[in-house]
C-alpha cells in the first residue's frame, strides 16, 4: 500500500508549482494494484466513468469490469458518440489545416461514420434503439445537434489547441495504476480581457447539466485534477450541451455549462478516486468476483431495468 501525504497547495490552481500526486491528496492508503479481470489481465487504469460507476453501484462495476458483461449500447449512447466523432474531426481539421469544414461537410462525414459504426455494431450486439428513440430519429437529432452546435457553441469554445489527448497520471509513484482521461477538446477561451485554458466535453443528454452539477461533477475534477498534476492546468471545464427533444422538450437546445475547482477541491477529488480505489480493493479480497459487491440505491435511477442492464439478474434489483 501507498499513503498520499498532505502537503502545502498552491493558493491559485491557474498557476500551481508541478508537483506530485502524493503531495496534493489527504492521508489515505492507496493500493499498488487493483483487481485482476475475468481474462487474467489486471486492471491498469480508472476512469471518471469507472469511477462513477463504482459510486453509484458496486455491483454493476464488478460485473462490468471484473466480469466482463457486456450490452449493446442504447440508441441514446450511440448517439452521443456519433456526434462526438464528427465534432473530433471538425476540430482536428481546423488544428491540421487551419480551416473549419462546412456543415455540409460535417454532414456528410457524420452520415459516413453513423452508417460504418451501425455496421460494426450490428456485426457485434446491435444497438439497443429504444421507442422514443429509434434509429431514423436518433440520426435526424444527430443532424441538428451538429448545425445547433456551429451555430451556438462553437462560436464560444475558443481556439483549439488539442483534440482527443489522452492524459493519465498516478496518484503515487510506484502503483501500478493510474487515473486515465480522454479529453474531448482543450482550447483557449476568452474570459474578459483575459485568454484562459479550459476543457471542454461534448454531451448529448434528454436532461442537461445544471450548473449545480457541474459544479460537483466527477469527471471536470479528475479532468481538471489532471491538468493540473501536469504543471499546465485549466481555469475551466466547459460542457458543450445538446439537450435532445423528448416528452419535456419539444425542441432541441444547446447550452455551455462551465466549472472550476479550487486547490483544495481538487486534493478532495484526487482523495475521492483514491478512495475509491481502495473499496475496490477491499471489495476484492472480502467477497471476491463472483460474489455481490454492495447494490445502488433501490430509490434511485441507476438502480432500474432501463437504466441498468444488470437488473433482472442482479439481486439487489429484480434477481431474487
Known amino acids: 500500500m501507498t499513503t498520499l501525504a498532505a502537503g502545502p497547495a498552491p493558493a491559485e490552481p491557474a498557476a500551481p508549482a508541478p508537483l506530485g500526486a502524493a503531495a496534493l491528496a489527504a492521508r489515505i492508503a492507496v493500493p499498488r494494484r487493483l483487481p485482476v479481470r475475468y481474462d487474467g489481465q489486471q486492471l491498469r487504469h480508472l476512469s471518471p466513468s469507472s469511477y462513477t460507476r463504482f459510486v453509484m453501484c458496486p455491483e454493476d462495476w464488478r460485473r462490468h469490469y471484473l466480469l466482463g458483461e457486456r450490452f449493446a449500447p442504447s440508441g441514446a449512447m450511440f448517439l452521443g458518440r456519433r456526434v462526438d466523432d464528427a ?38 450486439r446491435g444497438v439497443n434503439w429504444e421507442s422514443d428513440l429509434d434509429e431514423q430519429r436518433a440520426f435526424q437529432i444527430g443532424l441538428d445537434a451538429l448545425a445547433l452546435t456551429l451555430a ?34 482543450e482550447t483557449l477561451r476568452e474570459d474578459g480581457k483575459q485568454i484562459v485554458p479550459a476543457v471542454v466535453d461534448y454531451k448529448v443528454k434528454a436532461t442537461p447539466l445544471t450548473q449545480a452539477r457541474a459544479d460537483h461533477d466527477a469527471q471536470a475534477g479528475l479532468y481538471l485534477a489532471g491538468r493540473w498534476l501536469e504543471g499546465d492546468p485549466a481555469r475551466e471545464f466547459c460542457f458543450a450541451q445538446i439537450a435532445k427533444p423528448g416528452a419535456r422538450r419539444k425542441q432541441i437546445g444547446a447550452s455551455l455549462v462551465s466549472t472550476g475547482r479550487s486547490a483544495g477541491q481538487l486534493r478532495g477529488m484526487l482523495a475521492r478516486i483514491a478512495q475509491a480505489a481502495n473499496q475496490i480493493v477491499a471489495c476484492h479480497e472480502r467477497y471476491g468476483p463472483e460474489r455481490p459487491w454492495g447494490f445502488a440505491d433501490p430509490g434511485g435511477w441507476k438502480c432500474s431495468p432501463r437504466y441498468c442492464h444488470h437488473h433482472r439478474r442482479c439481486p439487489g434489483g429484480a434477481g431474487l
Not at 482536428?92 to 461514420?113: I, N
Not at 483549439?160 to 487515473?179: D, S
Open 87 to 124: 465534432l473530433t474531426l471538425y476540430y482536428r481539421h481546423v488544428l491540421e489545416r487551419r480551416e473549419p469544414l462546412t456543415l455540409e461537410q460535417l454532414r456528410d462525414a457524420y452520415r459516413d461514420r453513423w452508417f460504418e459504426q451501425l455496421s460494426a455494431e450490428d456485426s457485434a
Open 152 to 185: 451556438e457553441l462553437v462560436p464560444r469554445l475558443g481556439e483549439p489547441v488539442a483534440v482527443q489527448r489522452q492524459l493519465e497520471y498516478a496518484l503515487a509513484p510506484g502503483l501500478e495504476w493510474t487515473v486515465q482521461c480522454h479529453l474531448d477538446l
